[in-house]
């Protein structure tokens, strides 16, 4: 597990009875969270003095309360710089449990020793785009969401990247590759954080474990014969990390040495390394391999059993 410790503009203060509180730079939020199902004492005095607290609606949805709170304010990580605002839904526009993946992606990006093509895919408001843009390389961002492209654009411009080689991009995802590929375009690395589920411009339906195969095989499409890594980012837990790790195994398996390392991210995210030389074995490993191959096959078995029992729903 990666934890994201170099933040100095934002803190999770405490967590329990299904909230979470937070500080975002100076602001005091308090955020509904199903993962947080023990109790808490809230003895943290920014319980009650928090500036806005997301109050979930038992018909569906829900609103802010919110008591000093500005529209939108600036926090920084590093040498990045995003803009957060209150939205529906309880989000603010940025993940900061994501900031390890754009420490890892910015580091492979700066010791890569040549120029780095990144594809940021559900790219939302433009975190990872902005941290490898910031590290040197070339980032094409996709989104089908026109806003959230244009809040990406000033995160860009927030981080001193206005000019820099970005192509941004409002169109679906699995349509933007198809046509790349046709064009013969390839990238060095790829990012996607694909949601559990959704609808494209067109109406078309997405579903996470129904779509995420097909649509991580057709990425594979567009990857340059020297690839530095494929990051896949799932918020849902119906996937387990060993499924996305185990997937991109059997899609990337013409990349030599593809999945022989694997990092498991802090939210359920799996990062896989691709390697062009195959790492000498050690015996004092033995225990990982053994571990990171049985939880494979684990994975594998358990996405087996799902795609089974749906299909014998359907018939």
């Known amino acids: ?148 492209v244009a809040w990406a654009r000033e995160n860009a411009r927030l981080s001193g990247l206005e000019d820099a080689p970005i192509r941004w991009i409002v169109d679906d995802c699995g349509k933007f590759v198809e046509r790349e590929i046709r064009r013969g375009k390839t990238y060095d690395a790829i990012i996607m954080d694909p949601p559990s589920y959704g609808r494209g411009p067109g109406g078309e339906v997405w579903k996470l474990e129904d779509n995420l195969y097909d649509f991580v095989k057709l990425c594979a499409g567009v990857l340059s014969e020297r690839p530095l890594f494929v990051l896949i980012n799932s918020y849902t837990t119906g996937l387990a990390p060993s499924v996305l790790g185990y997937l991109l195994k059997v899609v990337m398996f013409r990349f030599r040495g593809f999945g022989n390392d694997y990092a498991k991210g802090f939210h359920e995210a799996w990062v896989a390394l691709p390697k062009l030389n195959k790492p000498k074995f050690h015996w004092k490993n033995l225990p990982n391999y053994i571990w990171v191959e049985c939880s494979l096959i684990v994975g594998l078995f358990r996405y087996l059993i799902y795609r089974i029992q749906r299909a014998l729903k359907v018939t």
């Open 1 to 148: 597990m990666w934890i994201a410790e170099q933040w100095q503009d934002y803190e999770l203060l405490d967590c329990g009875g299904g909230e979470k509180l937070e500080r975002w730079g100076e602001q005091y939020l308090v955020r509904p969270d199903p993962q947080a199902i023990w109790d808490s004492p809230r003895k943290n005095p920014a319980w009650k003095r928090a500036n806005a607290r997301y109050l979930r609606s038992q018909s569906g949805g829900g609103h802010w309360e919110k008591k000093t709170l500005p529209e939108s304010w600036k926090i920084r990580y590093r040498d990045l710089t995003f803009q957060v605002k209150p939205m529906n839904f309880k989000h603010t526009g940025l993940f900061p449990e994501q900031a390890v993946n754009w420490d890892f992606a910015m580091e492979k990006i700066r010791n890569a020793g040549r120029p780095i093509r990144v594809l940021n895919l559900f790219a939302y408001t433009g975190g990872a785009t902005v941290a490898c843009a910031k590290a040197g390389a070339s980032v094409c961002h996709v989104d089908a969401a026109k806003g959230m």
